[in-house]
């Protein structure tokens, strides 16, 4: 009994990775569980593991007392005194019990909740091994695909991408490989849930930690990423090696780090001539970071070009951008594309106007200053040329009215 016991422990420790104490104390409630079951309580039942045999005992502890009201408590101080003469009233005695009588129902008990504790256990061993990951990149296999998302095998678990973290007119096959960003990774009681995908903006950063070594050993680093995936991405980038050019180190000799990086999607699109699927590369623009947030949204609306940057008092946020005339379509973007990237790049609530715009805008400004003191010089003439008596009155009608 002991070896087979002894061996079923080593097997849940090494293989569930469940420890021998919580089995124990899982046989223990078990046990207990079903003494009670079988007598109707179990305060006066104690349970103990011999570590050298490997075998539980259970006892029965009674109490001596003079009269006995339960036996399954308490035992007479003559039959205490059978036993051994030593004994007097209040000591506690134990008797050993069968567990046979009551062992085939706590065995099942306690299996039960071993395999509970088993399935926790697993979940948290699987949880704690994911979540390190969490924010990293991951190479799994396609399994499966339904309605909802694409199953991807990490290993131990499926991971699950959804259509939003995929990359518009990317396909993939059973069996395929793909790199998938964690973003998420959660535990519930129904198992671990991790969530990946290809088109968040922190799966270009990583790949470009992963291709590019200025990136990976923190020469260059990436400072924000904006990107609608499978179209158009832009990145921030910043030098801390005076030497090194950031733009240049990313964009590499002829392209050749982007297009490693590029080399890294597959999107498609249906060609309209010929009906035929074509691939289509991701527009990756790189982007001078600086601290100065005027000069950083200037280098993001590239590659329009800019009059000015203009800061909203009432909100930090906020930012109007001049752009010359026949350069706003070109800083707008393709439905909004570009303002929307360098928005999301910079962090700030971006404005787009032309230059005539702006010039309309402000001129009417002025306008209205001009025309402000001539109302308000006028309004104070009538007040003098009315009646002493009800100067008082009028003044506050005009002060009202300016309010």
């Known amino acids: 009994m002991s070896k087979e016991m002894l061996e079923a422990f080593r097997i849940l420790e090494e293989e569930k990775h469940i420890n021998k104490d919580d089995i124990i104390d899982a046989v223990t409630e078990s046990l207990k569980s079903a003494y009670k079951r079988r007598y109707g309580q ?29 036996s399954r408590l308490e035992i007479s101080l003559s039959d205490a005194l059978k036993i051994s003469s030593a004994y007097e009233l209040g000591d506690k005695i134990r008797f050993e019990e069968s567990v046979t009588e009551f062992g085939r129902v706590a065995a099942q008990s306690a299996k039960q909740t071993i395999m509970e504790k088993m399935r926790r256990q697993i979940r948290e061993v699987t ?25 991807v095998n990490l290993g131990s678990l499926e991971a699950q991408l959804s259509h939003q973290d995929q990359i518009p007119g990317e396909t993939f096959k059973s069996h395929d490989m793909i790199d998938v960003y964690v973003y998420k990774v959660e535990n519930n009681p129904k198992g671990v849930n991790v969530f990946v995908s290809r088109s968040h903006p922190e799966f270009i950063k990583r790949i470009m930690e ?11 680093e990436i400072m924000s990423v904006s990107r609608e995936a499978g ?25 050749s780090n982007i297009k490693k990086v590029i080399s890294n999607f597959h999107p498609k699109r249906i060609d ?11 527009n990756i623009d790189v982007i001078q970071w600086v601290e100065d947030p005027a000069e950083f949204i200037y280098n993001a609306i590239a590659p329009a070009e800019v009059d000015m940057v203009l800061f909203d008092d009432e909100d930090s946020k906020r930012a109007t951008v001049v752009v010359p005339d026949n ?25 787009i ?51």
Do not use: W
């Open 42 to 70: 179990s305060e006066s039942c104690v349970i103990e593991f011999d570590e050298k045999k490997a075998d539980f005992k259970v006892y029965t502890v009674r109490e001596v007392v003079d009269e006995v009201f339960d």
């Open 127 to 151: 949880f704690n091994e994911y979540k390190q990951h969490e924010g990293e990149i991951m190479t799994g296999t396609v399994e499966r695909f339904d309605q909802r998302f694409i199953y």
């Open 210 to 220: 992963r291709e590019i070594p200025e990136v990976f050993d923190g020469t260059v």
């Open 231 to 255: 179209d158009r991405t832009k990145v921030a980038v910043r030098s801390h090696n005076p030497n090194v050019d950031a733009i240049g180190t990313i964009v590499g000799r002829g392209g």
């Open 272 to 282: 309209a001539k010929t009906g035929v699927e074509i691939p289509v590369e991701e």
């Open 327 to 351: 350069k706003l379509s070109l800083a707008i973007g393709r439905r909004g594309q570009n303002v929307r990237l360098a928005a999301h790049l910079t962090g700030y609530r971006i404005d």
């Open 353 to 403: 106007k032309s230059a005539s715009e702006y010039e309309k805008l402000e001129a009417e400004k002025a306008a209205q200053a001009e025309v402000a003191p001539e109302f308000v010089e006028s309004e104070t003439i009538e007040t003098e040329a009315v009646e002493p008596v009800a100067v008082d009155v009028v003044e506050e009608a005009v002060s009202e009215d300016a309010e």
